[in-house]
């Protein structure tokens, strides 16, 4: 039982900044990598950004230079900095974790998404 809960999304202005936060919680024994997709309207779900245990991170091309992702593993938390903010950005923003539940003995691997938060860049 594990589940994934988003927050920091609403309505920023263009050029304008916003933080996500994303906290796994349940019978977790670990959690691999975490990361972040979005889906826009009429698109298909696509990548945003993810990060390792350990912290190396990986970034979609058109999002390079303007977000970070980060992650607090004593919280089990990740969070995406979103900086210079376009409208193109707008889209529903759901957080991942492939996730080790239960003990070292019986575990239970999956990937868990979260409910998705909405980001809207407009003037």
């Known amino acids: 039982q594990v589940q994934l809960v988003e927050s920091g999304g609403g309505l920023v202005q263009p050029g304008g900044s916003l933080r996500l936060s994303c906290a796994a919680s349940?019978?977790?024994?670990?959690?691999?990598?975490m990361g972040w997709y979005r889906q826009a309207p009429g698109k298909e779900r696509e990548l945003v950004a993810t990060i390792t245990s350990r912290g190396s991170t990986n970034f979609a091309d058109s999002v390079k230079g303007r977000f970070t992702i980060s992650r607090d593993n004593a919280k089990n938390t990740v969070y995406l900095q979103m900086n210079s903010l376009k409208p193109e950005d707008t889209a529903v923003y759901y957080c991942?974790?492939?996730?080790?539940?239960?003990?070292?003995?019986?575990?239970?691997?999956?990937?868990?998404w979260g409910q998705g938060t909405q980001v809207t860049v407009s003037s």
């Open positions: 349940g019978s977790i024994f670990s959690v691999n990598v």
């Open positions: 991942n974790a492939y996730v080790y539940s239960g003990t070292a003995y019986a575990t239970r691997a999956a990937d868990y």
